[in-house]
């Protein structure tokens, strides 16, 4: 039997196809690298049957085939295989070059389509070379890790068109990043640096179908359901609030916020400038200056992002399920998502195994991250919680999923029995509560403070 459906869905993606390839117009003729350079590394390139080969070779740092014209916005298509699994390769996007870098060699910079055919799966993801790290790793739409055929060319569409970011891998939509940097740049081939791995030298990278357009350009709409990274200050997008998102933070007043245990806002103890707002310092003490903040709505099942920043040596948290119900001295009583600076307070050395650090569920679970993922002291991160329905519950730092848990299982209540939440009766279990920013007496910045109800 005809299966009309997929049959339609078929044509309609012909056409499509059609239609770019009659707007566009091709990166690579298939012949020559005329208009291309390779920059930074010494892994080689050459055309090979209509292809752009790129070898892998020990000891040279991450190479790239770059165009010598820069681009603005366009739509780039691209079909790439990758050999081997234990290595990976990338797409630059409006990037740019500091000749000075790699002694010398030149060292590019700006965001990468992700090719990545590890264990990890995040092909199709965001990345932002030698710059920000991971903007957008797959931990952020995890369906889409299944979509990468290994030793298989990957056909890849890239929108770049104003702020927006958009990719997908074998016509299926993946990563979405919104961004005020970069108005214009290169694209760039990239293979990616071996080290000493034999495993890995003499591998290729093939590129072919290269082509791009840009003008008439008109976004693919992505369907509901899929996570964005909004990198504009206090912004939501036309996409972000239809699926729901609204600020809890505008970026210019306290509205939505109320001291805790008080009847409104702190007066002294917090700041509100340049679209950030800040605790400000007083020595280290929990609470004792303006005190804890608290958003005036409560909420049940939600998807809560913001930005912070640490000043050296600092301490703050967001806490949720704030019920305000124990009117105890000293910080609100709730979950926390932990704001520390892991490396200079004491408190990331007490508690057990490390539950006190940067984004861990403080006192009760210890976030899982690597050092590659974290960003220094002074830069913005990204932080982002998820409270189901169903009571599990996520903490992401810069997009990489680092716990989860289920708020009122056995195995949540034996850690809250050995915690310093052992006294507070159902501790974390409230049907809803406040979302709560902590005064820790440290200069700690927070902004984009964002949330969806589920």
């Not at 290269?210 to 899929?226: M, V, Y």
């Not at 049940?300 to 001295?329: H, I, M, Q, R, W």
Request: glycine residues 10%; hydrophobic residues 35%; positive net charge.
């Amino acid at each position: 039997m005809l299966n009309i459906k997929k049959y339609s869905i078929l044509a309609l993606s012909l056409i499509s196809l059609s239609a770019f390839a009659q707007k566009s117009k091709q990166l690579f003729d298939g012949k020559t690298l005329t208009g291309w350079k390779a920059v930074a590394g010494t892994a080689p390139y050459k055309v090979e049957d209509g292809m752009i080969v790129g070898t892998m070779v020990k000891g040279t740092p991450n190479s790239f085939l770059i165009t010598e014209k820069e681009y603005g916005d366009f739509i780039l298509e691209v079909d790439v295989k990758l050999e081997g699994e234990t290595t990976n390769s990338g797409i630059q996007t409006r990037s740019h070059i500091n000749p000075e870098g790699n002694n010398g060699r030149g060292l590019v910079f700006g965001r990468q389509v992700e090719i990545d055919p590890t264990a990890r799966a995040w092909t199709g993801g965001i990345y932002d070379e030698a710059r920000r790290l991971w903007l957008y790793p797959l931990e952020l739409n995890p369906s889409a890790k299944s979509l990468y055929k290994k030793n298989e060319f990957n056909h890849y569409r890239i929108e770049c068109i104003g702020n927006e970011l958009k990719t997908w891998v074998n016509g299926t939509p993946v990563s979405y990043v919104i961004d005020t940097l970069d108005k214009t740049g290169f694209i760039g081939l990239q293979v990616h640096g071996i080290g000493s791995n034999v495993e890995n030298e003499g591998k290729k990278v093939y590129f072919k179908n290269i082509n791009i357009q840009t003008d008439a350009l008109k976004s693919k709409a992505f369907p509901k359901g899929i996570y964005t990274v909004n990198l504009t200050p206090n912004a939501l997008s036309a996409y972000e609030k239809s699926e729901g998102y609204k600020l809890l933070f505008d970026g210019k007043t306290n509205n939505g916020w109320i001291g805790a245990y008080k009847i409104e806002f702190p007066a002294k103890g917090w700041k509100i400038a340049d679209g950030v707002i800040s605790v400000e310092p007083s020595g280290g003490a929990e609470s004792t200056n303006g005190g804890d903040i608290v958003s005036k709505e409560e909420f049940t099942a939600f998807d809560l992002s913001f930005e912070f920043k640490l000043t050296p040596g600092a301490n703050s948290g967001v806490k949720y399920f704030v019920t305000l119900s124990e009117k105890n001295t000293g910080s609100a009583i709730g979950l926390e998502y932990q704001v520390l600076d892991d490396e200079l307070h004491p408190d990331a050395k007490l508690g057990r195994d490390g539950n006190r650090t940067l984004a861990s569920l403080y006192d009760l679970i210890t976030a899982k991250k690597e050092a590659r993922y974290l960003r220094p002291i002074g830069s913005w991160n990204n932080a982002r919680l998820v409270v189901y329905p169903n009571n599990k519950v996520e903490h992401y730092l810069n997009g990489v999923k680092v716990l989860e848990y289920v708020r009122g299982s056995e195995e949540f209540r034996k850690l809250v029995a050995i915690s310093k939440y052992k006294d507070w009766t159902n501790f974390g279990e409230a049907p809803k509560g406040h979302i709560l920013i902590q005064d820790h007496g440290n200069k700690v910045d927070f902004r984009t403070i964002k949330i969806k109800t589920l």
